[in-house]
């Protein structure tokens, strides 16, 4: 389903708005309409949950209720759509009233997740479930005949290389009712008592181990961070406004937001009372000293922007090297809801969703959807009230690709083809198979394109390249890898490799000109074809020592 972009600023809280780049469109990567789930079920909770299935692209978990109060879960694959896993337990209250990706706990390669039921008003036993991807079995289960069970992920706060997992069993009387528990053996860690919303935060204080915050609404509102490591306070967040307002009712890691190599933190106060009653806002802090780095306020009486659920850390999201974050608005347009999805770098609109209906409650429920459609750019996930039940946007994506190493019409060269529906090149010495995606705006006058190469093999180099013919029946095998461009070639430029195997190039980015500029494209525009190489490990695809990138059409406007 194509939703219209609705655009739309939100003043912030004593910060001047400057606007570096135009908001941009969304592109569907894969939607879960309301024929795919039980009549008349309601979305309550998502989240993307890594990769469960093993085939190298993130999944999503969804907690759906029915109107009798049962609940159900879906882990869904990105790549296909496909049901991976369903859980159901009509002997629980709300199965499903939050879904959560875990990480990697119990040590098979596949991510894990965890489910809440929360009976609270029910009548009906809470839950808390650790589930592994890779089974579909429960690996830590607690029942609790009193509700507000919960359950988060707080990184890897113990140095084992396995996720940990903040665990609160409702009603429990036993030590360790609110705790750590550490991935793989699941014992009870470090204690914590007396907390509202837990979340991880990253390594705030550069010990190389997840910190993580545990929030206490007050009044007055506070967010307290813990080391990871030790234990110890690392610092202390408080309400900025007269209090009152919930601050640190909704708690997430934004990513590094500002580029000084440290996670930032969201925090939500759904009760502000700003531009009006209870209209709500988030804060955005730095991981590094704590300071404001900006707040988003609500418009609306009653919109309590900043609710559980409703905002989280979305990754890169825009190619820019900082990291993005998504707002769910669902009381937005008189009940249609809105999506929203801000730009970490400088905290202007990269693109809005907005509901189909005046019903629809459009981001009822929004996450991070890690990486859902296998470009290493960071993707959204949001749920609605009717519709479709859960869907996965990525910002929009000009031009067509192709030239794909998938044995579709061309053999990689050593048995070396990537899978289906990647839309990939051949596989490389990462074991991962090259893209090159672009994002902004195609008009040679308005040029704010960046070609973003992911899935390369870290510290290494790639040469972005720009041809004026697609080769199509005459691609050939080129290193390890395919080409598919020919004509004039332009040589865009040479970029190092980031750890995590990304590079780019264009608008904005450090020592670029726009692709329009180096490309040397007429003011007519035209067609042109991109596509890049790079380097690879010689012995794995035996002589060659490059591989190359799948290929991207881009129809370039006056």
């Not at 051949?426 to 040679?444: D, F, K, P, Y």
């Amino acid at each position: 389903m194509t939703r219209p972009l609705h655009l739309h600023l939100h003043p912030w809280l004593g910060l001047a708005c400057v606007c570096s780049a135009p908001a941009v469109g969304q592109t569907l990567i894969r939607s879960f309409p309301t024929t795919a789930f039980p009549a008349q079920t309601l979305t309550m909770s998502v989240d993307g949950c890594g990769d469960v299935d093993f085939d190298a692209v993130d999944d999503l978990i969804l907690g759906v209720t029915t109107p009798n109060g049962d609940g159900v879960v879906f882990v869904l694959s990105s790549r296909t759509g496909s049901v991976i896993h369903k859980f159901a337990n009509p002997s629980v209250g709300l199965l499903g009233f939050k879904v959560c990706g875990l990480g990697e706990i119990d040590g098979d390669g596949r991510a894990d997740f965890g489910i809440v039921a929360d009976g609270f008003g029910m009548a009906l036993p809470s839950e808390v479930r650790i589930v592994s991807g890779g089974t579909g079995y429960d690996l830590y289960e607690s029942t609790a005949n009193a509700g507000g069970s919960d359950l988060a992920p707080v990184g890897d706060v113990n140095a084992d290389a396995f996720s940990d997992v903040f665990v609160y069993s409702a009603g429990s009387t036993q030590l360790g009712q609110r705790a750590i528990r550490y991935g793989l053996s699941l014992n009870t860690g470090r204690v914590i008592n007396d907390a509202g919303e837990v979340a991880g935060l990253g390594d705030l204080n550069g010990d190389h181990v997840s910190d993580y915050g545990v929030a206490l609404v007050g009044p007055p509102g506070r967010v307290i961070v813990f080391s990871g490591a030790t234990g110890q306070l690392v610092r202390l967040l408080t309400d900025p406004g007269p209090g009152g307002g919930l601050f640190g009712w909704a708690l997430a890691s934004a990513g590094d937001v500002n580029g000084d190599g440290v996670c930032d933190t969201l925090v939500g106060e759904p009760l502000f009372d700003g531009a009006a009653p209870d209209c709500g806002r988030v804060l955005v802090y730095s991981g590094l000293d704590g300071s404001l780095i900006r707040a988003h306020e609500g418009l609306l009486a009653g919109e309590r922007l900043g609710e559980r659920r409703r905002l989280d850390g979305a990754g890169d999201v825009d190619g820019d090297g900082f990291a993005d974050y998504v707002f769910g608005r669902p009381d937005d347009g008189g009940g249609r809801g809105a999506a929203e999805v801000w730009s970490g770098r400088d905290g202007h609109l990269l693109f809005s969703i907005q509901g189909d209906t005046p019903s629809d409650a459009f981001g009822l429920a929004v996450s991070g959807a890690g990486d859902a459609n296998y470009d290493q750019l960071g993707d959204v996930l949001v749920a609605s009230l009717e519709g479709d039940r859960a869907a996965a946007y990525a910002i929009d994506r000009p031009g067509i690709a192709f030239c794909f190493g998938d044995g579709n019409g061309f053999a990689c060269p050593c048995g070396n083809d990537s899978l289906p529906g990647l839309n990939a090149g051949c596989i490389n010495s990462r074991n991962a198979a090259g893209t090159l995606t672009a994002t902004g705006s195609t008009s040679v006058s308005g040029d704010t394109v960046r070609l973003f190469a992911a899935h390369l093999p870290g510290f290494s180099s790639v040469v972005f390249l720009q041809a004026t013919v697609d080769l199509g029946t005459a691609s050939k095998v080129f290193g390890d890898g395919l080409i598919c461009l020919g004509g004039e070639f332009v040589r865009l430029g040479t970029r190092g490799v980031t750890q995590r195997g990304t590079s780019a190039i264009g608008y904005d980015l450090p020592n670029s000109l726009p692709i329009s500029m180096r490309g040397a494209l007429p003011a007519t525009g035209g067609s042109r074809y991109y596509q890049a190489r790079y380097r690879n490990s010689a012995p794995y695809c035996a002589p060659e020592t490059f591989n190359m990138t799948s290929a991207i059409r881009l129809d370039w406007t006056p």
